[in-house]
């Protein structure tokens, strides 16, 4: 009988917000995107709110930051930061696991969605860009940190991941590309992506937030 999988054990819960884990993914590597006219970030698959603080940080004046998670007692935690760090601004919600993301049409669409350490988390990462997409607003942008099908110093096993090349597939078979490449560690790959072909939206203009 297989136990639960790796993401939702207490000890990787614990590894979130560790210093193993940001040795790997520093905060730094969000200085390689564009924020200037975000207004609505979305962090798919937020976890315990290991970004929560750095978005803020580069967030403009007035943008929200909503926080998709499946796991509620991750909700949960990244509520306490919210308020033991006084972080405004930021509205999370859960979103049930499924191999298809449906995204609610409650939240605005969003400017830019970042998947981090939770695409190489599907059997079929292309059907999770596809749900996922669903939430982007026009002219909106994927930001994918994920892990390389290596063993590195901390982190899950080796075949718990996908390899970059791998993963560029999926990209390609979601209808998306590779808009360009983020400068990373040999264990960890980023990259921006975008749809191929300008996809119509019959969702609401983007608004900051709900106004």
């Known amino acids: 009988m297989r136990g639960r999988p790796y993401y939702e054990e207490p000890e990787y819960h614990h590894y ?9 993914f520093p905060h730094t590597l969000l200085d390689q995107v564009s924020w200037e006219g975000l207004d609505n970030v979305l962090d798919f698959g937020m976890g ?4 929560l603080p ?3 940080k580069r967030l403009p004046e007035g943008a929200f930051l909503w926080g998709a998670e499946c796991q509620e007692i991750l909700i949960d935690q990244a509520l306490q930061r919210k308020v033991r760090e006084n972080i405004s601004n930021f509205i999370p919600f859960y979103i049930e696991r499924t191999e298809h993301p449906l995204m609610p049409d409650w939240i605005p669409p ?7 350490c939770v ?5 079929d990462p292309s059907l999770a860009i596809q749900g996922i997409a669903r939430a982007l ?6 930001i994918l ?28 078979d979601a209808g998306f590309e590779v808009n360009r490449m ?13 749809p191929k072909f300008e996809t119509k939206h019959d969702r609401t203009p983007s608004y900051k937030g709900l106004e």
């Open 16 to 24: 979130l917000l560790s210093r193993d884990r940001k040795e790997l």
């Open 48 to 51: 315990n709110g290991y970004f």
């Open 54 to 56: 750095p978005i803020m």
């Open 110 to 116: 969003m400017d830019m969605i970042l998947c981090s």
């Open 119 to 123: 695409l190489s988390t599907f059997a």
């Open 137 to 142: 607003g026009r002219a909106g942008f994927i």
């Open 145 to 172: 940190l994920d892990w390389e099908k290596m063993e590195a110093p901390s982190g899950p096993e080796a075949d718990q991941k996908v390899s970059l090349d791998r993963m560029k597939y999926f990209i390609e």
């Open 182 to 194: 983020l400068k990373t560690n040999p264990f960890v790959y980023g990259m921006e992506i975008r």
